[in-house]
């Protein structure tokens, strides 16, 4: 059973990895081409490993919002892509 867990032993890492897995983190990506103007659902979002987009921990800034330029499938998420929180 211990084999099949694997090891929770970063050091046999190269440092190259070490790092990647430090800077690489799940984030808001779209799930299907968003047009331009077209509010934003969580059936259009997704979390996904990715160098780009909002932590998922920022879904709700997210959903709800329009969408201020075309963006396309697995895009990163990022909040200057967004209009203005509805009220």
Partial sequence: ADA???QNNLSRLAD????Y???VRKRIVAL???ASGETNT???LGCK???EGLSPARIDLVVGRRASQDIPFD????LEM????KN
């Fill in 4 to 6: 099949a867990l694997g």
């Fill in 16 to 19: 190259a990895s070490v790092a």
């Fill in 21 to 23: 897995r430090a800077n």
């Fill in 32 to 34: 299907r081409d968003i």
């Fill in 42 to 44: 969580r059936d259009s």
């Fill in 49 to 51: 490993r990715s160098d």
């Fill in 75 to 78: 895009c990163g998420i990022e």
């Fill in 82 to 85: 967004l209009g203005a929180p």
